[in-house]
């Protein structure tokens, strides 16, 4: 191609119909429906190429920054933990973020039992689907269905594994569908990082917890992030208590005058 | 009264050839009862095999012929189904036979402003169904009968004319027993010309009084009472399979034309269904039932379509399936609410097509929307509700909850630190199963926070892990 005709098609007033960008102040001009959902959804929402992706804060200062703001709002995650190493708790800044849309929430928890009375707890009860699985097999196909389906903003599914393969066609169909989806697996069968969004692993030491971020998008890679990752529930309060009174004169029971 | 005559001469076959476009060899209907043919395609009469010739014969004639048993339910399954479709058009209309509609034109002359109007819409809507047909037309349904039986293929409003057409038709043509009919042609009567030309109590003094009756309709002089088609208020349709089909994925393009028609049926009376039954006959098994449920009542066929085949990728069949039955009987009124496009608010439609691909894959207890119970006991509460119904939820909180219970509570067997508890679960003294148990939350090495529980033997369990 020329040089001539190259520049002439880069010409900021020609109209190019794969570029939104074809104006000569580089915005292109749209009349509003006047209805929020369908406006955005005319303006390509957030998974348009180009534009800033829209992400939802862990609510956890430094690893929000160490993400570049959160997790992409369309799109995959893995999550690498263990049951009971409290993923949902890291997650649930991001869920409730999520839930605000009043789309579907699907769980896959893949052969494990989910709480009922944890979950009517959780603000998003309401809008959550738990659907049960024989196999690995059918849990991916359900959640691309539930993906392709437009009707869910988050699929949160369990696995064994997850072949980098699978999780491509996740990433691909959830940034497509503007769907947020959570792969929670153990991590010890996949060595590599994951091609999704943010591939993180949650690991506890001694008395601390750390992040380790294997991939993250619009960010480098961070090893050792230390996190606030309290107990649902403790008996500190009482240990404290018995521990600032029992030493006190003042509150001894019998004194001796 | 004027009535028109539908002969449909090929029922069965212009099923098998809807079913399989792609089949260009001769096909052959044989009547099982004698073995002869008694519908064949058009290739097969290119090939010389002609009505009536015998199975024998008709292999000798072409090898490869595609040959079909004859069933009676089918072809009254499929005449069912036309009748429906032109009851849309006219109102008296009386099913004859296995291969006949009458329909009474006098009170669709004045409705369609001349019949020719009427006949026109009638051709167009036969036409659409594909099937062959010929008619005929007169004062009663049997001359009517007879003149579509010789295709003469117009509606004539002249008495002259009918008259003259009804006695150049043969006798083959009519409803008459085979073995009277043997007995007239040996005396040389072979057109129905001249059998009506005879007095009637000269006939009558030779054939029963069931020939009498017949040549009183055939003459207008009276017609036999017929009850008058009405459409059942429920779909349900019978189809006879071309040959028996081994795999249940095999059953999808069969189903389609049912489901086609049940579609058709639940659009033009506004109605809708969520669920739809399947019964398979099976060669050497019992019938198979299944049930395929959609999220929401609709009648969009590409959406059963979907739904059907998704179920049927699950099905295993015990023998081959030679025939099927679809019934819909759980109709609601359409509400065409849910699929406005600009819904300023989130449109149901999608979750709905969703749960019902969901169900119709992984079964229908596979999707479940989560309810507290009033129970302290947890294995209680691994109990669950389908998103279909919808119930209030309690929003009373109970205790530190872990995300996951385990079926089982399994013996705790690796070392922990107890960092919260105990709460004490003390219930179900009234029934056959109490339960005394003082629950922790217990954190392993590896940062795993467990529920944990200590029974009355001071027995430790695992019963759960916080998410």
């Not at chain 1, 920054?65 to 893995?78: L, N």
């Not at chain 2, 109590?201 to 009405?230: C, D, M, W």
């Not at chain 2, 107890?418 to 199963?433: A, F, K, Q, V």
Request: glycine share 6%; with cysteine; aromatic share 8%.
């Amino acid at each position: 191609m020329s040089a001539s005709i190259s520049s002439l098609i880069k010409h900021p007033l020609v109209f190019r119909g794969r570029d939104h960008r074809h104006t000569a102040d580089g915005e292109e001009a749209r009349l509003p429906f006047g209805q929020a959902n369908l406006d955005k959804a005319c303006a390509g929402g957030g998974a348009a190429p180009g534009a800033k992706e829209a992400r939802l804060p862990l609510g956890r200062a430094n690893l929000d920054k160490a993400c570049a703001g959160g997790v992409p709002a369309a799109g995959a995650m893995s999550i690498r933990a263990l049951a009971g190493q409290g993923e949902l708790q890291l997650l649930n800044n991001v869920l409730l973020q999520k839930a605000a849309t009043q789309k579907r929430i699907i769980w896959l928890p893949n052969r494990m039992h989910l709480n009922p009375n944890w979950m009517s707890q959780t603000p998003y009860q309401q809008q959550s689907w738990v659907v049960n699985t024989t196999n690995e097999a059918d849990a991916l196909w359900a959640c691309e269905q539930a993906i392709r389906s437009q009707a869910c903003c988050c699929v949160v599914m369990y696995l064994a594994q997850i072949e980098p393969k699978a999780a491509r066609r996740l990433q691909v169909l959830a940034r497509q569908y503007d769907c947020l989806v959570v792969l929670v697996h153990p991590g010890h069968r996949s060595p590599g990082a994951l091609p999704v969004n943010i591939d993180m692993e949650l690991m506890f030491n001694s008395r601390q917890w750390f992040v380790h971020l294997h991939r993250v998008s619009g960010a480098w890679p961070q090893q050792h992030i230390a996190i606030e990752h309290p107990l649902p529930a403790s008996n500190s309060a009482i240990v404290n208590a018995f521990r600032q009174y029992s030493n006190s004169a003042a509150t001894a029971i019998h004194e001796v005058s | 009264m004027h009535w028109l005559y539908l002969h449909f001469p090929r029922l069965q076959l212009d099923q098998f050839e809807q079913l399989h476009p792609e089949q260009t060899a001769p096909t052959v209907v044989i009547d099982g009862t004698d073995n002869t043919v008694c519908q064949l395609s058009a290739a097969a009469i290119t090939v010389g095999i002609k009505p009536g010739m015998g199975l024998a014969e008709v292999t000798a004639m072409h090898a490869q012929t595609w040959i079909i048993e004859y069933s009676a339910n089918s072809e009254s399954s499929q005449l069912e189904q036309l009748a429906t479709t032109l009851y849309a058009i006219a109102s008296d209309i009386v099913c004859v036979a296995s291969n006949g509609i009458a329909i009474n034109l006098s009170p669709l002359v004045r409705y369609y402003q001349g019949l020719d109007n009427f006949m026109a819409l009638c051709e167009r809507t036969l036409t659409a169904q594909r099937v062959h047909f010929h008619f005929g037309s007169g004062t009663t349904i049997e001359i009517a009968r007879v003149l579509a039986r010789s295709r003469v293929n117009r509606v004539e409003t002249e008495p002259e004319l009918a008259d003259y057409h009804l006695k150049n038709c043969s006798l083959q043509a009519t409803e008459l027993p085979a073995r009277e009919m043997e007995q007239l042609n040996r005396i040389g009567i072979r057109k129905l010309g001249q059998l009506i030309a005879l007095p009637l109590e000269e006939i009558g003094k030779r054939f029963s009084n069931r020939i009498i009756t017949y040549l009183l309709a055939i003459k207008g002089v009276k017609q036999p009472p017929y009850s008058l088609f009405h459409p059942r208020k429920l779909f349900s349709q019978y189809l006879e399979l071309p040959y028996a089909v081994e795999s249940a994925p095999g059953l999808s393009r069969y189903i389609a034309v049912v489901l086609g028609n049940n579609c058709t049926y639940l659009q033009k009376r506004n109605l809708a269904t969520d669920t739809l039954q399947f019964e398979l006959q099976q060669r050497e098994h019992d019938n198979l039932v299944f049930v395929v449920n959609a999220g929401t009542a609709h009648h969009h066929l590409s959406e059963w379509q979907m739904l059907v085949d998704l179920k049927l990728e699950q099905l295993t069949l015990d023998s081959p399936v030679t025939s099927l039955t679809l019934t819909c009987d759980q109709l609601v009124e359409f509400d065409p609410e849910n699929l406005s496009l600009l819904q300023s608010t989130y449109s149901r439609h999608a979750e709905n097509m969703l749960l019902g691909k969901l169900l119709a894959r992984l079964g229908n207890d596979s999707v479940k929307t989560v309810q507290q119970i009033n129970e302290h006991r947890q294995d209680y509460t691994l109990q669950q509700t389908s998103p279909l119904h919808n119930s209030p939820a309690s929003s009373e909180a109970n205790g530190q909850q872990p995300a996951w219970l385990m079926v089982q509570p399994q013996p705790l067997t690796e070392q922990t630190q107890i960092l919260y508890g105990p709460e004490r679960i003390h219930t179900g003294w009234w029934d056959e199963n109490p339960v005394k148990r003082d629950y922790f939350l217990a954190v392993t090495g590896k940062g795993q926070r467990l529920w944990v529980y200590r029974d009355e033997q001071q027995h430790w369990y695992v019963h759960g892990y916080f998410g």
